[in-house]
């Protein structure tokens, strides 16, 4: 047997009742979900959501106000020996502005002694071209990135959190780092949690998916799932409201063309009547989530938490 | 902008042999190149400035004996010259050699308070030192660490540079720098000091978070704890002598530092300097308070060394406790 | 080896399309039994699609005996899929190309061929897309 990457019963984050708050309110509100080991998860929203609040926490930066946030199936992230294992590249890519790209990745030697992976690190930054010589803060923003990828991924950790990692590359370099990120994935079996708005660049490189808005999970689970248990129905729009042959099953979006009705539904077996049923991509599923914020949450079987946590405290 | 190749980026490829510091002091080092540089050719020409003007003092002091020369120069006109020299040349100079030593503690405090900590909060760059295999609380104590080191290292060598060189003047040479009025400048009291302004600097580092502010704000906890705190304590770091006699005592006495005088009532009250208006004899004043004696309370010089560690103590103490108090913020507000 | 080529555009799963390419790569004689297929990291190295997927694809074509995965070694060829009959110097082609120039001299264009084949193939064939997907069940 071919065995997969992912490993269904490790669990690599798994939150419960978790909950941040801000000066300005809650960032994060009553989160429960869980990836498994191996995966490679989109984590979506709006701007704002939550997702790099989330992927702070499961790096180990700041704590919940409300329940827990567990790596590796128990530990918490700024454990001594979590710490190690986890990898983070934040959304502004932070980076010594004085130091070379030659010492960017010296730093990364020096500060993860027991994994530091020279030729991954070498490989990528010298596939940009970078000499090891230049100043990190003469470096554009695409070349940072492409450092600060380097230094995560030379790292070899087990959990690889990245904040919108992708956003400032050209496309070329964008394949080329999805395709390094997908290697150290294939080799490693490395877990990696991508926070994006660019839905287009998750399809066909992430198998799980965490949606969030609002602070809240509105999808969670491996997205072949997601996708199956969705339909895109397509039909005359004979009468006001919902069409009969609806019921039973729950509406996240329906839309009224003319004599048209175009529905995501999330079914529960056939839908009766005359339909052009389609199996939904992955883009129009989390426009339709997005654009529905008051459609219930989803969480996969696989994405429901195994820790044990005391009842979350939702907090007033 | 062309980039500068450094010794340290210069190896690719293969495993790598290294010598010197690992990890994350490494890093603190490399991150304060230029600082440690300059602080390091700074003390260099100190020490060898002090030592310089060691020899030439002890030269001067001996060629022109004026080793005993007299305070007032009414009693030997002849020599009052060369004194006035000898002030105005080797007396400056060791009086400016002294600032380095005294700034040293707000300096070290505002530059931990800024640069080594601050500036990594408000540029995000401590994410990622947190997030490689270091935990914030050993970035922290590794960030406090180096500097502390270096200035126990580096301000010793200058205490004990300045201090050797101010015991080659005897005091009536240079009365404005006796040992109470140099205090700040010798033995272990700036190395001390200096502790304590690192361990200020780290925890308004990690309250205002803003590089600029937290050297302010350093610069102010350092000055109000020293200020006001340190120096009305250090009088009574080792109890002060205190003499009783019938007639008003005189408060010039060679090498002694007078804190007091006062009247000693005949109920056992001290009344400090107490105030008889002008034209009042001692005698008269002494029976307007009704008082039995007159008392005077100074620290000889063998209070020297005992003050000074006492106040060192204090110091590392006081240091030591805004450290705890750090790593408490530290630990409440990431983990 | 196989260079695969991955649409994201066609609405066809990508497992999918692996599980295409190897086949129609096996009936061109382009992989042969006992050929390595490239490693999952290989395949991603290249077309930056999830290594979930290619090994996928690869548990699919084993479950159809097509290729079987040796521990520790790669996934590697078990039988062809090429047929004496399919090859470029067959005789079958040369009487298709002899049918073909006649129905051009007929008049038909090259969608009019092509929509006779078509529906002579599920005359005899069975229509593909009633089938749920390609290449299940036997094996």
């Known amino acids: 047997m071919t065995d997969l990457t992912y490993l269904p019963d490790r669990t690599a984050l798994e939150a419960a009742g978790l909950g941040v708050e801000h000066r300005r309110g809650w960032a994060l509100r009553d989160c429960s979900f869980r990836i498994p080991a191996g995966r490679i998860c989109a984590l979506v929203g709006p701007n704002g959501a939550g997702k790099s609040t989330l992927l702070s926490l499961a790096a180990g930066l700041r704590r919940p106000t409300t329940g827990a946030l567990h790596v590796f199936g128990g530990a918490r992230p700024s454990d001594r020996a979590a710490r190690p294992r986890i990898g983070y590249v934040a959304q502004d890519k932070p980076l010594y502005p004085h130091l070379t790209v030659g010492e960017t990745l010296r730093v990364g030697e020096e500060l993860n002694p027991a994994t530091w992976d020279w030729a991954t690190a070498e490989r990528i930054v010298a596939a940009g071209d970078l000499p090891p010589a230049a100043r990190i803060g003469s470096l554009s923003g695409g070349q940072r990135t492409r450092v600060a990828l380097a230094l995560a991924l030379g790292k070899r950790p087990e959990l690889l959190l990245l904040d919108e990692p992708l956003s400032d590359l050209d496309p070329l370099v964008r394949h080329e780092m999805t395709a390094e990120l997908m290697s150290a994935a294939a080799e490693h079996a490395t877990t990696v949690v991508m926070a994006s708005h660019v839905l287009a660049e998750l399809d066909g490189v992430c198998d799980y998916l965490l949606l969030v808005a609002d602070g809240r999970i509105r999808l969670a689970g491996e997205v072949e799932d997601l996708l199956s248990v969705h339909s895109l129905v397509m039909g005359r729009h004979e009468a006001e409201g919902l069409p009969r042959e609806f019921t039973g099953h729950t509406v996240v979006e329906s839309r009224v063309t003319g004599r048209q009705i175009t529905a995501l539904l999330r079914t529960d077996g056939p839908v009766a009547g005359e339909w052009e049923v389609a199996e939904p991509s992955l883009e129009e599923l989390l426009l339709a989530h997005l654009r529905s914020p008051d459609a219930p949450p989803l969480l996969t079987p696989g994405a429901e938490p195994r820790m044990n946590v005391p009842a979350p405290k939702e907090a007033v | ?335 | 080896m196989v260079d695969f080529r991955i649409d994201r555009r066609t609405g066809v799963a990508t497992y999918l399309q692996i599980v295409q390419q190897v086949k129609q790569a096996l009936r061109l004689g382009l992989l042969a039994p006992g050929d390595k297929l490239p490693t999952a990291k290989e395949v991603v190295a290249a077309t930056a699609i999830n290594p979930n997927t290619v090994l996928k694809a690869y548990r699919e074509l084993d479950r159809e005996g097509l290729v079987e995965a040796r521990p520790g070694l790669g996934t590697f060829v078990r039988r062809s899929l090429a047929r004496p009959g399919a090859g470029a110097d067959s005789p079958l082609r040369g009487e298709l190309a002899d049918w073909t120039q006649r129905a051009r001299a007929a008049g038909l264009d090259r969608e009019d061929v092509a929509a006779l084949v078509a529906s002579v193939l599920d005359e005899h064939f069975g229509d593909p897309a009633r089938r749920p997907s390609e290449g299940t069940g036997t094996g």
């Open chain 2, 1 to 335: 902008m062309t980039a500068t190749a450094t010794p340290l980026a210069a190896a690719p490829a293969g495993a790598r042999p290294r010598a010197g510091l690992r990890g994350l002091p490494w890093l603190v080092l490399r991150q304060h190149r230029v600082t440690a540089w300059c602080a390091a050719s700074a003390l260099a020409a100190l020490v060898v400035g002090l030592v310089w003007l060691r020899f030439g003092m002890d030269d001067f002091i001996d060629s022109r004996a004026i080793r005993d020369a007299c305070i007032t120069s009414t009693e030997c006109p002849t020599a009052q010259a060369t004194v006035d020299y000898f002030r105005r040349t080797a007396g400056d100079l060791l009086h400016y050699l002294g600032y380095p030593l005294m700034l040293l503690p707000p300096i070290a405090g505002m530059f931990v308070a800024g640069p080594v900590v601050a500036r990594e909060l408000e540029s995000g760059t401590y994410k990622l030192a947190w997030t490689q295999s270091v935990s914030p609380l050993r970035w922290f104590a590794v960030k406090l660490s180096v500097p502390a080191v270096a200035v126990l290292a580096g301000g010793s060598l200058l205490s004990v540079a300045y201090t050797w060189a101010w015991q080659a003047v005897p005091e009536v040479l240079l009365p404005g720098q006796a040992w109470y009025h140099s205090f700040d400048t010798l033995g272990a009291a700036p190395v001390a000091h200096a502790l304590l302004g690192i361990a200020v600097g780290a925890l308004a580092g990690l309250l205002v978070k803003r590089a600029v502010p937290a050297m302010g704000a350093a610069l102010v906890g350092y000055l109000v704890l020293a200020g006001e705190l340190l120096d009305n304590l250090r009088a009574h770091l080792v109890g002060p002598v205190t003499q009783l006699s019938a007639a008003q005592p005189g408060l010039i006495r060679d090498r002694t530092w007078m804190l007091e005088r006062g009247i000693v009532t005949r109920t056992g009250e001290h009344i400090a300097e107490p105030n008889c208006g002008v034209d009042v004899s001692p005698e008269g004043c002494l029976a307007r308070h009704d008082g039995a004696g007159w008392y005077l309370e100074f620290h000889p010089y063998s209070h020297f060394w005992p003050l000074q560690w006492a106040e060192a103590g204090v110091s590392v103490v006081l240091a030591a406790v805004v450290t705890g108090g750090a790593v408490w913020l530290l630990r409440r507000m990431y983990r």
